[in-house]
């Protein structure tokens, strides 16, 4: 059984461009949330996706956007991106109704904006 | 929203000694709380979490403990080793593991050889 997958593993982008980065959820999840964290810092809560429609979010700007495909998979796109953006992007799943409610973690993609 | 303070940052212990990391949380409705291990390189790993309905949960070295009433939780590890070295994370949420978590800064785990 798959854990949590995202892709790519390592991206290096310029100042100003667009990144999309990717999440496959652990079988069984139909509930993903990302997560940004900097160097040195505890993960903070982007936004969760539950029946492909953004469910919650964090105190992020509307540069971070999302989408979450039928098959629970989801994408973060992050626009116009500044030097403060280089962070480790985390992808949590987990199952919105019924018995396990944890949240299980990809290995994360590591940004570096330059 | 809800704000969870986390000491200490640093914890060096002997090997085969306890670890005792604090969270607080500021938030009365939040009533999950887990705890996550990070290894250099890697996704947060779950090791245990506790539910506002329990006390104190135990899994083997593990141990969390909550007191609702002054907000606070605490992860007890025993019999520390060397691969319990680590960053470890606490978190607060309301709703269980579905809901956005918020975390602590994190702290790094030391064990002496």
């Known amino acids: 059984d798959a854990g949590v997958t995202q892709s790519p593993t390592h991206l290096i982008k310029t100042r100003g461009q667009q990144v999309t980065l990717r999440c496959s959820p652990k079988?069984?999840?139909?509930?993903v949330s990302w997560y940004q964290q900097a160097l040195g810092q505890g993960p903070q809560f982007i936004f969760q996706y539950y029946e492909e429609e953004e469910r919650q979010r964090g105190n992020f700007p509307d540069r971070f956007s999302g989408h979450q495909f039928p098959n629970y998979s989801s994408e973060l796109n992050v626009n116009a991106l500044l030097l403060g953006d280089s962070a480790l992007y985390l992808c949590?799943?987990?199952?919105?109704?019924?018995?396990?409610?944890?949240?299980?973690f990809g290995q994360g993609t590591r940004l570096t904006v330059v | 929203g809800e704000n969870v303070e986390q000491h200490p940052s640093t914890l060096s212990v002997q090997e085969g000694d306890s670890a005792v990391i604090k969270c607080t949380y500021s938030d009365s409705v939040s009533n999950y709380f887990p705890w996550y291990k990070q290894e250099l390189g890697k996704g947060p790993q779950l090791i245990i979490d506790i539910r506002s309905n329990v006390g104190e949960k135990k899994d083997q070295r593990i141990a969390v403990t909550l007191n609702k009433t002054a907000k606070h939780f605490s992860l007890h590890i025993t019999e520390t080793q060397p691969e319990d070295s680590a960053v470890y994370f606490c978190a607060a949420t309301q709703g269980g593991g579905a809901d956005g978590l918020t975390f602590g800064k994190g702290t790094h785990l030391i064990i002496q050889p």
């Open positions: 079988s069984g999840h139909d509930t």
């Open positions: 949590a799943s987990s199952l919105a109704t019924g018995g396990d409610t944890e949240a299980f």
